[in-house]
């Protein structure tokens, strides 16, 4: 089992930034990949960030130029970069993790406000 929980969210103005962190425990030799997922108003849950175990990482073209993902070295805090908010960028944001066993984990989200 990996647990996962998100903070870091917040109101901020437009162009400003955030930083969000994802404490992870549990099983943590067991992960393969991380990734930030967000869910605006009406919208269906999307992928904005992906970071694998190797270091390789990707991003929805929304975001890039604009968003990091990073980890510490014992992978024990995940974190997500945010620079030039939008408005469209509000949402809730859940930190993910995909195991070695096929099994994917989700935290319970946290909120970013981007006011414009």
């Known amino acids: 089992q990996v647990q996962l929980v998100e903070s870091g969210g917040g109101l901020v103005q437009a162009g400003g930034s955030l930083r969000l962190s994802c404490a992870v425990s549990?099983?943590?030799?067991?992960?393969?990949?991380m990734y930030w997922y967000r869910q605006g108003p009406g919208k269906q849950r999307e992928m904005v960030a992906g970071?694998?175990?190797?270091?390789?990482?990707n991003y929805a073209d929304s975001v890039k130029g604009r968003f990091t993902v990073s980890a510490d070295n014992a992978w024990n805090t995940v974190y997500l970069q945010m620079n030039s908010l939008k408005p469209e960028d509000t949402a809730v944001y859940y930190c993910?993790?995909?195991?070695?066993?096929?099994?994917?984990?989700w935290g319970q989200g946290t909120q970013v406000t981007v006011s414009s």
């Open positions: 993910a993790a995909a195991s070695v066993y096929e099994q994917f984990y």
């Open positions: 549990g099983s943590i030799f067991s992960i393969s990949a």
């Open positions: 970071m694998s175990t190797g270091g390789e990482t």
